[in-house]
C-alpha cells in the first residue's frame, strides 16, 4: 500500500502560517495594551500628586493667580488622563478583534487537523485490513501447496 498522503496538507500548512501571523499580531497589540496601561497609571498619578499638591498649597493660602494656574493645570491634565483612557479603549477593542481573529484561525486549523487524523485513521485501517488480507492469502497459499 502507498504511503499516507493527506490531499489538503498544503492547505493545512497555510492555515497555520495565517495562525502563526495572527497571534504575532495580537501579541503585539497585547504589548500595546499593556504599555498603554502603563501610560494611563503615570498619567493618573501625575494628576493625582498635582492635585495633592495643589490641596496642600490651598491649605496654607494661595493667591488667586497661583490657584487659577494649578486650576488650569489641573484641567490640561485630566484631558491627558481622558485621551489616554480612550486610546486604551480603542487599543483594548483593537485586541479584542484580532483575539476574535485569532479563535476563528485556530478553529479553521483543527478542523483541518481533526479531518487528517480522521484520513490517517481511515488509511491505517484499510492498511491493517489489506494486511491482514495478505496473511490469509499467503497462509491459504501455503495450505494448498502442502496438501
Known amino acids: 500500500?502507498?504511503?499516507?498522503?493527506?490531499q489538503l496538507d498544503t492547505v493545512?500548512?497555510?492555515?497555520g502560517?495565517?495562525?502563526?501571523?495572527?497571534?504575532g499580531e495580537h501579541g503585539q497589540v497585547l504589548a500595546q495594551v499593556n504599555r498603554q496601561e502603563e501610560v494611563l497609571e503615570q498619567a493618573q498619578g501625575t494628576l493625582w500628586d498635582y492635585l495633592q499638591e495643589y490641596r496642600e498649597k490651598q491649605a496654607q493660602g494661595?493667591?488667586?493667580?497661583?490657584?487659577?494656574?494649578?486650576?488650569?493645570?489641573?484641567?490640561v491634565l485630566e484631558k491627558d488622563v481622558q485621551r489616554e483612557?480612550?486610546?486604551?479603549?480603542?487599543?483594548?477593542?483593537?485586541?479584542?478583534?484580532?483575539r476574535a481573529r485569532v479563535v476563528e484561525a485556530k478553529q479553521e486549523t483543527s478542523t483541518l487537523e481533526r479531518l487528517k487524523e480522521i484520513k490517517l485513521g481511515?488509511?491505517?485501517?484499510?492498511?491493517?485490513?489489506e494486511e491482514e488480507k495478505r496473511i490469509d492469502d499467503l497462509v491459504g497459499s501455503r495450505r494448498a501447496a502442502q496438501s
Open 85 to 98: 483612557e480612550e486610546k486604551l479603549q480603542r487599543l483594548r477593542q483593537l485586541e479584542e478583534e484580532k
Open 12 to 15: 493545512l500548512r497555510y492555515k
Open 122 to 129: 481511515e488509511y491505517n485501517s484499510a492498511a491493517a485490513k
Open 62 to 75: 494661595m493667591t488667586v493667580i497661583d490657584c487659577m494656574r494649578y486650576q488650569m493645570g489641573i484641567e
Open 17 to 23: 502560517q495565517v495562525l502563526e501571523t495572527r497571534l
Open 1 to 6: 500500500m502507498k504511503k499516507f498522503k493527506f
